[in-house]
């Protein structure tokens, strides 16, 4: 048995060192009980913008954590914000021009680091109470969509609202918001329950990143905001350098779920 067949007991330091050593992988499932998160950094001429756009759409950019302009780590990410993440996308002027696992000869000293909550962080909540996250079962990533939902814009940013989708029964979709709903500070209550054509989704087997997924007879896609919204806003907005996550592929905190939940 190796170290990553039970990817869900290691500790954030240890899943980073793996990471910073090459290990590409998706992250759903990974460390149990430890938050995962969204990064974003951008140079600071651009990081009020883009705390103004978090704020006017918290329930896309849950904001966890804010670095210092060039620093590489926090309290709340005691790794390297470089190098301990499974793959990193680069963005010039709105257009992804690599994605690679490091990124330290791109990391200005001017960048501010963001980190926004993860769906990922309630999955295990969502499986205690029996409610099935299909991703895990297919061991492939969340599937994530663009939708013509706009968010609101904020200086020099703008940009359609990103979401996630599990599908379950019709019965299972109470329990899911029950228990997601606890947790606000990565991403809380789904959005939109049911019809996809109602956020401008034609087709769920080709999201726009990640993986699709099986969608059973019977069962309902449900939507979450996802921590790729700010992504797509670079995209839309085209700032000259923007530096994030892989979908899926995230930070792994030193924050624990516990931390989130609310009463």
């Known amino acids: 048995m190796t170290e990553t067949d039970r990817p869900d007991t290691l500790a954030p330091a240890e899943a980073r060192e793996l990471f910073r050593g090459g290990l590409r992988v998706p992250t759903s499932g990974w460390c149990a ?20 756009f978090a704020q006017r759409n918290p329930a896309a950019c849950p904001v966890l954590d804010v670095t210092e302009p060039g620093a590489v780590s926090s309290p709340r990410f005691a790794g390297d914000l470089r190098t301990d993440l499974p793959a990193y996308r680069v963005y010039e002027h709105g257009e992804l021009v690599e994605e690679v696992d490091d990124v330290t000869a791109r990391w200005r000293d001017d960048m501010v680091a963001f980190l926004i909550g993860c769906s990922f962080t309630f999955e295990d909540a969502l499986l205690a109470a029996g409610v099935p996250v299909r991703h895990i079962e297919q061991g492939s990533n969340v599937p994530m969509y663009r939708t013509d939902v706009a968010c609101r814009p904020a200086g020099s940013l703008s940009g359609p609202l990103v979401v996630s989708m599990r599908p379950m029964a019709a019965s299972q979709v109470a329990t899911a918001v029950r228990v997601t709903s606890r947790y606000p500070a990565v991403h809380g209550a789904p959005v939109h329950i049911g019809s996809p054509a109602e956020l401008g989704i034609t087709d769920l087997d080709h999201p726009d990143f990640g993986d699709p997924v099986e969608v059973r007879p019977g069962e309902v896609p449900v939507f979450w905001a996802c921590g790729v919204t700010p992504q797509a806003a670079v995209m839309q907005s085209r700032p000259a350098l923007a530096i994030g996550h892989a979908p899926g592929h995230m930070a792994i905190t030193d924050i624990r779920e516990s931390e989130h939940v609310v009463p």
């Open 33 to 52: 009980g430890w938050t995962q998160a969204n990064l974003l950094a951008v140079p600071r001429d651009l990081a009020y913008d883009f705390l103004l």
